[in-house]
């Protein structure tokens, strides 16, 4: 994009002046519509994210086998949704914020297997590709793989070592700035596939020395995500006996991710916790290439209609899916011709071009976005785990500037009267997307807490 065209659209979108001058800003969307409008209207819907949940559970025996860390979870790879009464304190004084209500925590950071929300989507498309391949090499039945009937033994045997070597043939390709690699690097392995992860160079050191531990090969590159996804789809395009799995454009990885919708209702009755008309409840997601918080978000919006309000959070040199939105140019600009640099701390966060289909997906579901200035990042760290002895990485810690800027900015403001909330807002919900930090090393997690440190 060339300067004349980039002052034009400038010009037409002025939020994407501050956007590319790096300012934190706070964007309300105007295309979000009501759930009755949208149903039926996309590519994917309800039954979609239904099969997703049938087909985790169809694996939940192979899952055991292969993870005995889910064996107390019945093979469901789920995390804990807890309160956080003291970071909300801190919230609200600290940060000088006033977030009404109730302050609660999902813990994707402590989710088995990968440590990160990851472990969702991920998953999900190995365990797709899987039973795929079960059927072409005659391991499982056209039936039993269709959940036309219930084939317990047959999924288990898909861990035994004779499956393993079957798959021992095929190899697992994605490009990553790092915990998808390790989410489809440990599971692709512990399965039997050999697996090839295409790094960016925004990969932190520990994850890839991880992956080689499990035996996987780790391609690293200088480059950034866009890049690294690039030559990962090259690389597996060559090899007929490879799949890659596409974080830009995969609707199974999506749907893998939507699947947390069905389940969180579940647990928020298990704390007492009411969503309908007259209690809210507004969810805070970390956003990269939008996949998991969109499929998260397209999940909750098929679960709890209305009355669910998603924002996503991103860092402020790396807004690629707020800067698609709000120029409406999807995929076709990057943070990069807006002249950000797309480098921050939070690594998992540092994708410089958004994905077209999960914009195009979100644009009627999606209330808003919040950008956070990198600074922030280890601080809100740093505060959670003095609270709440909850360790998150930097990239999941972003997701409290949405709480913060909810209780202090005109935006939401903005938001809650427009909506009709402002009544409700004493019984309304405030939950905080984690989505990764159980598997950061010891020493590492120390020095990022002393960065924290005021
Ligand atoms: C990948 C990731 C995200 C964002 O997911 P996208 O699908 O890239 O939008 C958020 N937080 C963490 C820790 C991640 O690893």
Not at 137 to 166: F, I, Q
Not at 231 to 250: G, K, L, Q
Not at 345 to 351: I, K, P, S
Request: hydrophobic share 40%.
């Amino acid at each position: 994009m060339d300067e004349r065209e980039l002052q034009s659209l400038v010009n037409r979108n002025p939020m994407l002046f501050d956007i590319a001058a790096g300012n934190e800003v706070v964007w309300i969307n105007p295309d979000r519509e009501p759930i009755d409008a949208v149903r039926g209207s996309q590519e994917l819907g309800l039954s979609d994210i239904d099969d997703a949940e049938r087909r985790l559970a169809r694996f939940a025996p192979m899952i055991m086998s292969c993870f005995p860390e889910t064996v107390n979870q019945q093979g469901m790879i789920e995390s804990d949704l807890t309160p956080i009464p003291r970071m909300h304190a801190l919230v609200n004084e600290t940060y000088g914020a006033a977030v009404p209500g109730r302050m609660l925590l999902k813990q994707d950071s402590h989710l088995a297997i990968a440590g990160s929300v990851k472990a969702r989507g991920g998953i999900y498309e190995v365990l797709e590709h899987t039973e795929n391949l079960a059927v072409e090499n005659g391991l499982l039945t056209e039936d039993e793989a269709r959940g036309v009937v219930d084939a317990p033994d047959s999924y288990r045997r898909l861990a035994d070592e004779a499956s393993r070597t079957v798959f021992s043939n095929y190899v697992m390709e994605v490009g990553s700035t790092g915990n998808l690699g390790m989410s489809i690097g440990i599971t692709s392995a512990v399965i039997g596939y050999r697996v090839k992860v295409h790094m960016s160079s925004d990969a932190r050191q520990w994850k890839k020395d991880m992956l080689r531990r499990y035996g996987v090969e780790v391609v690293e590159y200088e480059s950034d995500y866009s890049e690294a996804v690039r030559c990962a789809r090259e690389s597996a395009a060559a090899n007929p006996m490879s799949h890659f799995v596409d974080d830009e454009n995969s609707r199974t990885l999506f749907l893998g991710y939507s699947v947390a919708a069905r389940r969180l209702p579940v647990q928020l009755r298990g704390l007492g916790v009411h969503v309908d008309e007259d209690h809210p409840l507004f969810v805070y997601l970390p956003c990269g290439v939008g996949g998991a918080p969109g499929g998260i978000t397209f999940g909750l919006r098929h679960v709890f209609g209305d009355n669910v309000h998603c924002f996503f959070v991103e860092p402020t040199q790396a807004p690629c899916m707020l800067a698609g939105m709000v120029s409406g140019l999807g995929s076709m600009l990057s943070v990069q011709d807006l002249g950000l640099g797309g480098k921050t701390e939070a690594d998992g966060l540092a994708v410089g071009r958004p994905s077209q289909f999960i914009g195009e997906l979100m644009k009627p579901h999606l209330s808003g976005e919040v950008t956070v200035l990198d600074d922030r990042l280890y601080g809100y760290l740093h505060d959670l785990f003095a609270a709440e002895r909850v360790f998150v990485e930097p990239s999941a810690a972003a997701a409290f500037h949405g709480p913060v800027m909810f209780g202090k900015d005109r935006g939401f403001v903005y938001y809650v009267e427009r909506n009709g909330l402002t009544q409700l807002l004493g019984g309304s919900t405030h939950v905080v997307w984690a989505t990764g930090g159980s598997m950061v090393p010891r020493t590492v997690r120390e020095e990022y807490l002393r960065i924290g440190e005021r």
